[in-house]
């Protein structure tokens, strides 16, 4: 099974930019459709953005749409997620996951912090 390491995350006062990553090893990333999801404190885990197999279909939660970007290189085995605008309200530990029907994101990575400051 593939097994997915998140990286990048960090400090950054609103209006700032990150971008984090998701590196897959054990299988080729190729064979998942892939997502961000995100956790903020004392509030439940949720859908951030997803980008299919071939990386030409994304979709995002409205909240982010126009500022956050998800991205894939399959040769690298890599996803990102770019995150222009921040806003306070984007800080949270945020989750890479796989998905193989499309549907159910079984794979799931550690974790990165991003935190915003106003």
């Known amino acids: 099974q593939v097994q997915l390491a998140e990286s990048g995350g960090g400090s950054v006062q609103a209006g700032g930019s990150l971008r984090v990553s998701c590196a897959a090893s054990?299988?080729?990333?190729?064979?998942?459709?892939m997502g961000w999801f995100r956790q903020a404190p004392g509030k439940e885990r949720e859908f951030v953005a997803a980008i299919s197999w071939s990386g030409i279909d994304m979709y995002y939660r409205d909240s982010v749409k126009g500022r956050f970007t998800i991205s894939r290189d399959n040769a690298k085995n890599t996803v990102y997620l770019q995150m222009n605008s921040l806003k306070p309200e984007d800080t949270a530990i945020y989750y890479c996951?796989?998905?193989?029907?499309?549907?159910?994101?079984?794979?799931w990575g550690q974790g990165t912090q991003v935190t915003v400051s106003s």
């Open positions: 054990g299988r080729t990333l190729s064979l998942y459709a």
């Open positions: 996951a796989a998905s193989e029907d499309g549907q159910d994101f079984d794979f």
